[in-house]
T-cell receptor, first 115, second 113 residues
Framework: ETGVTQSPTHLIKTRGQQVTLRCSSQSGHNTVSWYQQALGQGPQFIFQYYREEENGRGNFPPRFSGLQFPNYSSELNVNALELDDSALYLC??????????????FGPGTRLTVL | DQQVKQNSPSLSVQEGRISILNCDYTNSMFDYFLWYKKYPAEGPTFLISISSIKDKNEDGRFTVFLNKSAKHLSLHIVPSQPGDSAVYFCAGGGGGGADGLTFGKGTHLIIQP
């Protein structure tokens, strides 16, 4: 059984640029959630995708957007990068469609640094 | 507004003793709670969960207790082992799970030999 994978591992961008982060969900999982973890904080929910549609969203501006593909992999896109976007971005996959609680399995994360 | 609070940034426990990690929450809508463990350079790993209708759940060395009236939960690890040294996150989830998990800031547990 393949776990959740994320790419790239690290990324450095400058303010105003755009970035795309990628996530492959665990085998058998059809739901992907994205979280932002700033230094010294817990992960903060960005949004969740189920059946290629956004299924729930946290308190993040529209410049944070995502996609889910038919194979359940997902992308997180951030436009007009700001210094405060520097963080660890975590992807988590789970079974089910958000209608019932399912344990979320996390990937290792992508460390984004915005200069 | 922090809906899940872990007030102890760090905790040091001797190997073989009991580790008790605490978590408080303010959102009464949480249906379930989870504990995750995180090593540096890795993603959080699920440890144990508890439904809001229960007051205790046990899995091997890990037990989670929920006190709904106090809006408090705790994770007990007994006996503590060196490999338990990590950051522990408490998280709450709402009905349906579509709103994602709300995490605390974490407690760094250090197991001393």
């Amino acid at each position: 059984e393949t776990g959740v994978t994320q790419s790239p591992t690290h990324l450095i961008k400058t303010r105003g640029q755009q970035v795309t982060l990628r996530c492959s969900s665990q085998s058998g999982h059809n739901t992907v959630s994205w979280y932002q973890q700033a230094l010294g904080q817990g992960p903060q929910f960005i949004f969740q995708y189920y059946r290629e549609e956004e299924n729930g969203r946290g308190n993040f501006p529209p410049r944070f957007s995502g996609l889910q593909f038919p194979n359940y992999s997902s992308e997180l896109n951030v436009n007009a990068l700001e210094l405060d976007d520097s963080a660890l971005y975590l992807c988590a996959s789970s079974k089910g469609g958000g209608e019932t609680y399912n344990e979320q399995f996390f990937g290792p994360g992508t460390r984004l640094t915005v200069l | 507004d922090q809906q899940v609070k872990q007030n102890s940034p760090s905790l040091s426990v001797q190997e073989g003793r009991i580790s008790i990690l605490n978590c408080d929450y303010t959102n009464s809508m949480f249906d379930y709670f989870l504990w995750y463990k995180k090593y540096p350079a890795e993603g959080p790993t699920f440890l144990i969960s508890i439904s809001s209708i229960k007051d205790k759940n046990e899995d091997g060395r890990f037990t989670v207790f929920l006190n709904k009236s106090a809006k408090h939960l705790s994770l007990h690890i007994v006996p503590s082992q060196p490999g338990d040294s990590a950051v522990y996150f408490c998280a709450g989830g709402g009905g349906g799970g579509a709103d994602g998990l709300t995490f605390g800031k974490g407690t760094h547990l250090i197991i001393q030999p």
